[in-house]
């Protein structure tokens, strides 16, 4: 078998919604750009809840066929499920994205833009500047001047280039389905209780649309593994009252980086963005916002390292400058990891209901805040 070889500007790897938005935003700015996916099509294995915030909504425009309704309520529950905190909004806070048409949509306009795109491309490596991915054909050797690691949670091009990885790790897994309207308004609930999310959240979302139901947390901390919680979780679910769940769903389930943004996330070679640079919030583990600004944030810099032929325009994508705005997260991520037992869950749920507690929680949940570019 022959090698294969190609040259472009920029190598980007991995088509979730991070890559595509940096690989369109470089192609646009007129650059030569290859985004290589593993998987074979872009509908298949979708990881995430897929849940946007009212400032996503706001500032990028989504393709409003592929969005569900809007969701201004929201649930908290603790342990035994009584004395629930409702939140309501008087704004559009979230909508769940369809996420395999959205990927579909986004590639479209990558390809329109210019980006050569290959589907079932693995990056496996590199070797004397040149990146190594291979296909139903066998190897393909690319030479580029710059690569991008937008292939997750744990990322091999990181790996390979020396940058920081992600350490801190939640495994999460959900079911979704068809819902049937039944009058009532759309809401977002979550549980907070050690036994079916140690360390963070249980969750039903219905928007009239979909169903999601699902549970994440630190992977040891399950007593009898996730998809048993899961199905614990499911069986007294709230907010499911007349909903039935067909024998087929849809599963998802993954890896949802909590450490906030890595320290070291360039080198003169490439950089990485979306949960690769570990852009998730450590609170809530929302990374559609945070990918979609950094991977645009990445673009920029690249784009001007392309311009002036100088790599070390790279050192202007600091990981440690951004985590530093990440400090008061962590603290509240340390915080959920300490609630162990449902007693002491039971105890700080108390918290939000009084005034500050409430006060507290809308502006995590319903805040102006996004991810902290510089």
């Known amino acids: 078998m022959s090698e294969r070889n190609a040259e472009v500007d920029v190598l980007v790897v991995g088509a979730g919604l991070a890559g595509l938005h940096c690989a369109t935003q470089l192609a646009r700015a007129g650059h030569q750009v290859l985004l290589a996916e593993r998987r074979p099509t872009l509908t298949g294995t979708v990881r995430t809840t897929g849940i946007f915030v009212r400032r996503t909504l ?43 048409p959205l990927y579909v949509a986004a590639a479209r306009d990558a390809v329109r833009a210019g980006v050569e795109l290959r589907l079932a491309t693995r990056f496996t490596g590199q070797r004397e500047g040149t990146y190594l991915l291979e296909d139903a054909a066998g ?8 690569v991008v690691g937008a292939d997750g949670a744990r990322s091999r091009v990181a790996r390979d280039l020396g940058l920081s990885r992600n350490r801190h790790l939640l495994v999460g897994a959900e079911e979704v389905f068809a819902d049937r309207p039944d009058g009532s308004d759309p809401a977002f609930h ?39 919680a899961l199905r614990s979780f499911r069986e007294r679910a709230p907010g499911l009252e007349g909903v039935e769940r067909p024998e087929q769903v849809e599963k998802r389930a993954g890896p949802i980086p909590v450490g906030g ?49 100088r790599p070390a325009e790279l050192e202007a994508y600091d990981g440690h400058a951004l985590r530093a705005r990440f400090r008061k997260r962590l603290l509240l991520r340390k915080g959920l990891d300490g609630l162990r037992t449902p007693a002491l ?20 949940l319903f805040g102006n805040g996004s991810f902290p570019l510089p």
């Open 139 to 146: 190897p393909l050797l690319v030479r580029a001047r710059f």
């Open 345 to 364: 869950a039971t105890s700080a749920f108390a918290v939000l209901r009084t005034p500050p507690g409430r006060a507290l929680a809308r502006r995590i």
């Open 58 to 100: 706001e500032d990028y425009a989504l393709p409003e066929e592929h969005l569900g309704p809007a969701i201004r309520r929201m649930v908290l529950y603790p342990p035994g499920l009584t004395g629930p905190v409702e939140l309501t909004s008087d704004r559009d806070e979230y909508r769940v994205g369809d996420m395999g």
């Open 261 to 309: 943004v890595l320290p070291r996330i360039a080198s003169p070679a490439g950089l990485l963005v979306g949960d690769a640079a570990g852009a998730v919030s450590p609170l809530t583990a929302g990374g559609l916002d945070p990918c979609l600004r950094l991977s645009g944030h990445a673009a920029e810099i690249l784009d001007a390292a392309l311009r002036a032929g």
């Open 190 to 228: 979550c549980v907070i209780d050690p036994r079916l999310a140690p360390g963070y959240l249980a969750w039903v979302l219905r928007d009239g649309e979909h169903v999601h139901v699902g549970t994440a947390g630190h992977a040891h901390r399950f007593p009898r593994g996730l998809y048993s």
